[in-house]
């Protein structure tokens, strides 16, 4: 069911091992010890810098890291995490009991007073100050009113600001990073993470800039929602697995902050034509109509892992809500392309009639699948004769009892909520996890 890449569990093993591996050379320098106080700033200081060092790997988007989990897992887990690190690092400079004077001649294992000099002091403090600052701005970057790509860029230029001065902050204050073999860890990695950043913003960029798209037709196909199609520039397109996303950038150079990730909306039999479904919901998707046919695009992906695994042989339950139909509608179409034979149901939750994508061809698919369309409304018109209200309990009990299939899988994707809710009462009706496959990408 998952791309390829490390395994989870090695992945949280080696996570967890490096994050600790600071702490632990540390312990092993057989330094005279402080007081338990001072001892545990320390600790929460090389832990969290660590962890923070770890960050940048864990949002570059690399195939090896959230390819068997999911990237949305990974982005969630980097959120958290940031979280935890940053309260290691603000709570650690009140720990410490001795006094923050200037090294001493009687003391240089630094037993009894802390080293801090004026260098130290500043990049300590600001570091300090700044990590709070990128951490609430993330969790609440729609209220800030920046654009998702100046936050982008001052998230960017942010962490690495924070990360190159705790290094120096490290090395100068630092009693355990004093030490070479630390000190060498610490350089490696930030050197990592720094990497990490060029490769983000310079390399990845370059190699997109060698396999350019062209905008081919932008047509309206329901209410604020449209689809966007291209086509590649004298190269083959991209391979991907239906129902996967990809981060698009239309119009602008790939070196651009302004891209975004959408589910294509075609599936691998209509390459080298590759389309996307997008609602109007702000930003770039309320300029969608306005792009003309012969604007450039550029691709970084694919990924994701909402696809129907390999060698499933029951049958499918697909539960989307508003936009997330568009990698239902990629999985549905390379099933009709393969005259898929297996038990289908699309239930498809909308606000109004018109908000409805792809209603005709859809209405063709279950002439040449077995699919039976379920469509939910939640303010209907007079005269609607289908289900009202929300993809609920009562609902799915119901659809449960009509399909009756053993081993049915069940793929949802709409707004975090939905899915969520759906996902709660599938768990409640008994189905295991593992036949439950979703993908979000909001949390806060």
């Known amino acids: 069911m998952r791309q390829k890449g490390i395994h989870p569990a090695a992945l949280l093993a080696a996570y967890v091992v490096i994050a ?13 010890p402080r007081p338990w106080r001072d001892e545990l700033a320390s600790g929460l200081a090389l832990v969290g810098f660590a962890m923070l060092l770890l960050e940048f790997v864990l949002s570059g988007r690399f195939r090896w890291v959230s390819g068997r989990v999911g990237i949305d897992v990974t982005m969630r887990f980097h959120q958290l995490i940031g979280r935890v690190l940053a309260v290691f690092i603000i709570v650690h400079p009140f720990l410490y009991s001795l006094p923050m004077s200037g090294p001493s001649a009687r003391d240089p294992a630094g037993e009894t007073i802390l080293n801090l000099s004026g260098l130290a002091l500043v990049t300590g403090a600001v570091a300090w100050l700044l990590l709070p600052a990128l951490i609430l701005t993330s ?3 729609r209220d800030t009113g920046y654009s998702y790509e100046t936050w982008r860029l001052m998230h960017g230029v942010g962490a690495a600001l924070i990360a190159l001065l705790s290094l120096l902050h490290a090395l100068d204050a630092g009693r355990y ?6 000190a060498g860890f610490w350089l490696l990695l930030t050197a990592a993470a720094m990497a990490t950043l060029l490769h983000v913003y310079l ?7 060698r396999h350019p798209y062209r905008v081919t037709s932008v047509e309206q196909i329901a209410t604020r929602s449209w689809q966007l199609a291209i086509e590649p520039q004298g190269d083959r397109a991209i391979d991907f697995k239906p129902g996967q996303f990809v981060w698009l950038t239309v119009g602008r150079s790939p070196f651009s902050f302004v891209e975004h990730p959408f589910s294509i909306s075609s599936c691998p039999a209509d390459r080298p034509r590759i389309e996307f479904a997008i609602k109007q919901a702000g930003d770039f998707t309320d300029q969608i109509g306005s792009i003309a046919p012969g604007a450039r695009a550029y691709l970084d992906g694919p990924h994701g892992h909402l696809f129907i695994p390999r060698g499933h042989g029951a049958g499918i339950t697909f539960i989307a809500g508003g936009v997330g139909m568009a990698p ?5 179409r390379q099933l009709r392309a393969e005259r898929d034979e297996r038990p289908l149901r699309l239930v498809y939750g909308n606000r109004v009639r018109e908000q409805i994508m792809y209603a005709q061809e859809l209405d063709d698919m279950a002439s040449e699948l077995d699919l039976r369309i379920t469509h939910v409304l939640s303010e209907p018109a007079e005269g609607w004769r289908g289900e009202t209200g929300m993809v609920d309990e009562a609902l799915i009990r119901s659809l449960m009892a009509a399909d009756d299939s053993d081993g049915r899988l069940y793929i949802i994707c709409g707004p ?3 899915i969520d ?3 709660a009462i599938l768990r ?3 189905v295991p996890r593992a036949r439950i496959l979703a993908e979000k990408f909001s949390y806060d």
């Open 203 to 209: 390399l990845r960029p370059l190699m997109r800039r």
């Open 139 to 141: 969790m609440f970057r």
């Open 20 to 32: 600790l591996l600071p702490a632990g050379m540390a312990a092993l320098q057989g330094l005279p």
């Open 328 to 332: 239902m509608m990629s999985m549905l």
């Open 428 to 430: 409640g009706f008994g």
């Open 416 to 418: 975090p909520p939905m």
């Open 177 to 182: 990073s004093a030490d070479p073999l630390l």
């Open 421 to 423: 809710q759906v996902a």
